[in-house]
């Protein structure tokens, strides 16, 4: 039975996966779950730091090293996975590459992305981290995505909060 939005057994493999040995095993299994249940290509995962930054905790291969590097650690407000964050709303751009919006940081075109979602991940009424992912070609994303990438969210947020200790990123 899915509870909590997420679609077909997603939900279930996104707890396995979380309890699949180490921490950054574990995000890396359920994040490759969530992008496989999207059908994308890349993905992120961060969590919110006691110093108000998300630090990258999983991400899919194929990300620029560059942007990978930039990736590892983000001012709130900043970037698609801040203002995620910052908003505590789904940011959402049908193609990264022709985006004018200012959002996305121009380096995060050199991933080849078309589609963008990236989701705050909350627990209660804090948030605790941000969830996203890409697609190659350009992709109208719709309230259906954003509420499906939100619900897989919520099925991470403990995860991410028994995680979360005052001072560590």
Known sequence: MVTSGVPDDSERRIREALGSG???AGFA?????VQEAFAAELGTLHRLGADDHLHLVAASPG???PVLAASRRIP?????AGAAAKTAQPVTLCNLQTDTSGVAQPGARATGAGGALCVPIVDGDRVVGTLG????RERAISADDSARLLAAGRVLAPALRRRDRPGSP
């Open 63 to 65: 990300i620029p090293a």
């Open 133 to 136: 992912v890409g697609w190659k």
């Open 22 to 24: 180490t921490d950054t």
């Open 76 to 80: 709130l407000g900043k970037g698609i």
């Open 29 to 33: 299994a359920a994040l490759r779950v």
